[in-house]
């Protein structure tokens, strides 16, 4: 009983008091404003989303499948194959 009042009390008087934010802590004063984006704050909301609204089906996955994994092996096979055609020494040792 005593703790929960000592607790309660405890959250009263940070909430009267108002947590002052100094935004990172840096060298700025508050009289430097910030000044929110409104296409960063709809970006934003949206990223947040995204992850709720993704869904893999079958549909979707030879998509994930190319990009995953498709893409980065063609990289890997443009850069095996530019390495050999120019550099054959070099391609021996790495590859």
């Known amino acids: 009983m005593m703790r929960t009042s000592v607790s309660r009390a405890g959250r009263l008087a940070l909430s009267r008091s108002g947590a002052r934010r100094r935004m990172g802590g840096g060298p700025f004063n508050h009289e430097f404003d910030?000044?929110?984006?409104?296409l960063v704050e709809e970006w934003n909301g949206r990223r947040e989303l995204?992850?709720?609204?993704?869904?893999?089906?079958?549909?979707k996955l030879p998509h994930i499948f190319a990009w995953l994994v498709g893409f980065p092996y063609f990289v890997y096979w443009m850069s095996k194959t530019e390495s050999k055609?120019?550099?054959p020494r070099r391609y021996k040792e790495t590859f």
């Open 50 to 59: 995204t992850d709720i609204v993704f869904q893999v089906n079958m549909g």
């Open 85 to 87: 055609k120019y550099d």
């Open 34 to 38: 910030v000044h929110k984006s409104k």
